[in-house]
């Protein structure tokens, strides 16, 4: 394979949900080391093309690759073994388990499993990365808002993910609290992890992705920088419309 080879490739991917066509033939590659954004107002199929590709949902057609091999059909736990993880728009842990223990679930189900004493050291390490250490043996339940989000970051993280999808992970936090989480999310991409970032915050779009896909019912209807795809009058239209 050629070492310029995507990391994750989409190719007429379409999910309906009955009559409606939530995700309607969409073709985009990601790059090793990318940061792509994936945009578009509420409704336009952000969400359900990140559960097409960590394979919550299945495609209706269309194929989905990771470095070539099509995953499409995988279960949502192989994709997950493969190295595909993923943070929800509303936060899912489990709220009477401490912070650690919800991290270590990460470290043991991931793409690369660590077991005991070595997915303890993992999580840590991962909880210092997002800032949480100290609150490692605090239960979930105990926790704010935005460190329920640190939590779910780390324990996404803490799987070793090559693909890293976070699905407005930045959304419902206060302005210094914002300021953070780009900050980490910076981290992130300078560490040269693979990620395709959902999300509204054009703050955090324009400072931390390298390409962005726009959508808008279901269809992509631009692709390109940040500058050039929230200077392009089809874009500004879709979010008008909203
Ligand atoms: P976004 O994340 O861009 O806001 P979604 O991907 O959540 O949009 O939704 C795209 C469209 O698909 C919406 O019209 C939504 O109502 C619909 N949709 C999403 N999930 C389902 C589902 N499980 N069953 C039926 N319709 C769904
Ligand atoms: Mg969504």
Redesign the pocket.
Known sequence: MRADAPVLSLRGATKR?GG?V?VNEIDFDVAEHEVMGLI?P????????LNLISGALKPTSGTISLRGTPIGHLSAQEIARRGISRTFQLVRLLPSMTVLDNVRAGAVFGHRRRWGAEADAHAMKMLELVGLARRAHAHVGQLTYIDTKRVELARTLASDPKVLLLDEWLAGLNPTELTEGIALIRRLREEGRTIIL?EHVMDAIRSLCDRCVV?SSGTKIAEGTPTEVLSDPEVIRAYLGD
């Open positions: 949900f409606l939530a578009g509420n409704g336009s199929g952000k969400s359900t093309t959902v959508m």
